[in-house]
């Protein structure tokens, strides 16, 4: 059974959450490889619609074994929270493990966090609030703490008064109310009780499953053009959710995923700021984001929106080695007579098929081919042969210019309306 890797192929949201709940129905493990709480995975299923921030979407499998793997950053509070939405909704939570080397997503990051956007004034980054930078900040520099240190009450309340010497020091500078460290330690500990033996080693369990020969299912969180290396940095996250990313915050060696799928909306939207070349404005931008319903599933903001990137995504695929596409929300795409879709960008007169760093990207305009609408709904429609032809067109021009095959294709939000 192959390793499958799913990615991010524009700037997030691109339906990650649908795919994976799709997959995981036949899968024996799914591991959320990096990310935190800042994560906005929406399912839709039989069960209900769900908004997933760190659980991974494999949990309505109650036979697959649901890993937040070490390359996450984790709110314990946050995560216990999301169970109890699960449970109350009649999902056995059951199969949720917590890496034990996951780092610790504590109440001074969420407290740095909004700090940090705040001073940054109108250089914001748009960040989610969810302390999910500082976190890794502290990891990269050996200050995080992981989540198995919770098993050692007082080493643990130690570490955190020691920590927040310094953190509250820049609190206080710019005139935030400092923290307590009783108070921080307790909330921390208290959900860590409530999670009990969910916290384990998970490398026995992952390298088991490889053994075996069992399915797995790695989820990632953002997209490629959010990656802290090859993404508009700085307008980017704090990890990395590539798949090269997903061998690493999983535990898994990379010669094991045999299958990467790039997720791609059928347009390209994005929260947070930094260039977006094809981005509408006005009622143009208005008009697809009511009727696609595009807003955060994390943070509620309204979702920035533009015509399908094929530079972006061909920049993703060149990362990631797409062995197929997913494609999502085509069904949002049925009302426009002409459909522009980005082949290229025009930079200082020269045009190029590259991605280039983010101040360059800034100037980039967009080269579009316009491509015929299909004037319908996709309603009804049960296979890729039942497709209209306009729509079958526009699909085939997104293999062509990406690279890389389309393998699903998304006609709705449930998990049935998707298109083998």
Not at 55 to 82: K, M, Q, W, Y
Not at 238 to 267: D, E, Q
Not at 335 to 363: F, H, N, S, W
Request: glycine share 10%.
């Amino acid at each position: 059974m192959p390793v499958t890797a799913v990615v991010g192929a524009q700037w997030g949201d691109e339906g990650k959450g649908k795919i994976t709940d799709y997959l995981a129905q036949h899968a024996d493990v799914v591991i959320r490889y990096q990310g935190g709480s800042n994560a906005g995975h929406t399912v839709v299923n039989e069960h209900g619609t769900f908004k997933l921030h760190l659980v991974p979407s494999g949990v309505f499998n109650p036979n697959a074994l649901c890993i937040v793997g070490p390359g996450t950053v984790v709110d314990l509070p946050a995560l216990v929270e999301e169970l109890a939405m699960l449970e109350k909704a009649g999902i056995s939570t059951a199969n949720v493990r917590v890496a034990d080397r996951a780092h610790l997503v504590l109440p001074y990051h969420i407290a740095l966090d909004r700090l940090d956007e705040r001073e940054r004034g109108r250089q914001k980054l748009g960040t989610t609030g969810r302390g999910v930078g500082p976190a890794y900040s502290d990891k990269v520099a050996r200050h995080g703490i992981q989540v198995y240190e919770v098993r050692d009450e007082r080493r643990f309340r130690e570490r955190v008064a020691h920590e927040l010497l310094t953190k509250n020091a820049i609190l206080e500078r710019f005139g935030d109310a400092p923290l307590d460290p009783t108070e921080v330690a307790d909330q921390v500990l208290t959900a860590a009780a409530r999670l009990g033996d969910r916290i384990v080693d998970t490398l026995p369990l992952v390298e088991d499953a490889v053994a075996r020969d069992a399915s797995v299912l790695l989820e990632g969180q953002l997209g490629a053009m959010r990656d802290l290396d090859w993404g508009i940095y700085p307008f980017v996250t704090s990890s990395n959710p590539l798949a090269g990313g997903a061998a690493v915050g999983a535990g898994i060696p990379p010669r094991y995923i045999t299958r990467v799928i790039g997720v791609v909306k059928a347009y390209s939207t994005a929260v947070g700021e930094g260039p977006f070349p094809t981005e509408l404005q006005g009622a143009d931008a208005d008009r697809l984001r009511e009727h696609a319903n595009e807003y955060g599933a994390t943070t509620g903001r309204p979702r920035r929106v533009g015509w399908f990137d094929a530079v972006a995504s061909r920049h993703a695929h060149r990362l990631n080695a797409f062995t197929e596409i997913a494609v999502t929300k085509l069904d949002m795409l049925g009302e426009y007579d002409l459909i522009p879709l980005c082949v290229a960008y025009e930079i200082d007169g020269r045009r190029t098929t590259d991605m280039p760093p983010t101040a360059i990207l800034e100037r980039a305009r967009p080269c579009y081919d316009e491509l015929a609408g299909w004037g319908c709904g996709l309603a009804g429609v049960t296979d890729r042969a039942g497709l209209p032809k306009n729509a079958t067109a526009y699909l085939k021009r997104i293999e062509e210019t990406v690279g890389a095959p389309i393998g699903m294709v998304g006609i709705g939000p449930e998990r049935t309306a998707t298109l083998l």
